[in-house]
């Protein structure tokens, strides 16, 4: 019998490795093929294609068993089920490989339902069990499965070959795709809208230390630098800048990673700002790990310094956040902690400021409960995002003014 490859059955064959290849090579070589090669009755090999061509290339003439089948759809189905136990196969190997088998386990169930030739998939699998039927057959969950459809469909190359080599997870990379369809969508949104600030927002496309403040005026900088070691130098700029523009008895709090906390606090005092109170954002998304200090990390540190003594009202020094995506900005905070510390930092009309922009966090905030603002962001396409931002929250302050009953 002449044996021979069907390029649609290859297809449902995931490649050897090349050092498995080499290695199934050397043992037939050393000790012949055992295991004998699957065929239909016109020599068409069904199990067994890695086998057929190192045979080939040894010269070997291999061993064959013949399978017969009552439909080509159970044909195709065996043959993709031989591969589907090949232990080298990686999750989304098999997930891949039962999203090619779907539409025949379809035309066998359709088969099976006797004359009907209208039912589709969720009807043959009922009571939304589709997914776990083919998660099944994949040896995933049906949520793994539907995870690495999507993965299949719309990850890059180079994240579907780390999935397969372990460097990510089939979730992992499901979730980044999220993440920039999330993006996507919100930068769509943005750009429809259209800036109109008030009078009381201020914003600076610029490096902060060129934004013109008056002296003495700011009652509350609220801020996140970027931690990284190399941006360090810009918390003395800020501190310089802070013991000008605060009033007397004014705040500055800002964002500080913890292996920081002792530069930033001498970086502060140099310019004659007094170190009030450490304050601690309790984390609500995931964790960071800290691997050379063998740390995990669960909440942020916000530094309180004041210009002169503060005569303020007393606040709590443990908030716990509420986790933002990182959609618009990958340094977004939650609103929460801007929320209550420009609340109970500043009355209303004061001026609040943030030198490092980013998306407008906390100038959305300041908005919202009736301060002044004023904002400095070097990066234009944040920048765009914040105006828009602010005008979203300011419209939102306009109306709910509007639709307050009149006295």
Request: charged fraction near 30%.
């Amino acid at each position: 019998m002449n044996l021979s490859i069907n390029p649609e059955y290859e297809k449902l064959v995931t490649p050897l490795l090349e050092e498995d290849y080499n290695s199934l090579k050397k043992s037939i070589k050393d000790q012949g093929l055992w295991m004998p090669i699957a065929t239909n009755k016109e020599g068409v090999i069904l199990d067994g294609h890695h086998r057929f061509k190192i045979c080939k290339e040894l010269g070997i003439r291999p061993r064959v068993t013949i399978k017969e089948f009552d439909t080509k759809t159970d044909e195709i189905i065996f043959v993709g089920e031989c591969n589907l136990k090949r232990r080298q196969l990686t999750s989304l190997q098999r997930i891949e490989l039962v999203r090619k088998l779907e539409p025949h386990y379809v035309e066998k169930a359709k088969s099976n339902q006797g004359t009907r030739t209208d039912l589709n998939i969720v009807e043959i699998f009922p009571q939304g069990k589709t997914r776990d039927k083919l998660g099944e057959k994949a040896n995933v969950s049906g949520r793994t499965y539907e995870k690495g459809t999507i993965v299949l469909g719309k990850a890059s190359e180079d994240d579907i070959k780390k999935i397969n080599s372990g460097e990510k997870t089939i979730s992992k990379v499901y979730r980044e795709l999220n993440k920039n369809k999330k993006r996507e969508e919100r930068q769509e949104e943005i750009k429809k809208i259209q800036v109109n600030l008030p009078d009381t927002v201020t914003l600076y496309n610029l490096e902060f230390q060129y934004v013109p403040i008056l002296p003495n005026s700011v009652s509350l900088i609220l801020t996140d630098p970027p931690y990284h070691d190399k941006f360090l130098h810009l918390y003395e700029d800020l501190a310089k800048q802070a013991s000008k523009v605060l009033r007397e008895g004014g705040s500055l709090v800002c964002y500080v990673g913890q292996g920081n906390i002792l530069k930033v606090g001498n970086m502060m005092e140099k310019y004659g700002l007094k170190f009030h109170w450490p304050l601690t954002v309790l984390h609500s998304g995931p964790s960071a790990s800290v691997f050379g200090k063998k740390i995990l990390v669960a909440c942020k540190i916000m530094l309180w310094f004041t210009k002169g003594k503060y005569e303020g009202e007393f606040v709590r020094d443990v908030i716990k956040s509420e986790f933002q995506g990182k959609e618009l900005h990958e340094w977004a905070q939650s609103t929460k902690e801007s929320d209550y510390y420009i609340k109970h930092l500043t009355i209303e009309n004061e001026i609040v400021y943030d030198p490092f922009l980013g998306s407008g966090t906390f100038g959305v905030s300041a908005v919202t409960q009736n301060r002044q603002f004023i904002g400095a962001e070097i990066n234009a396409e944040h920048f765009a995002t914040a105006q828009k931002l602010l005008t979203v929250a300011n419209s939102k302050i306009r109306k709910k003014d509007f639709d307050q009953p009149q006295s």
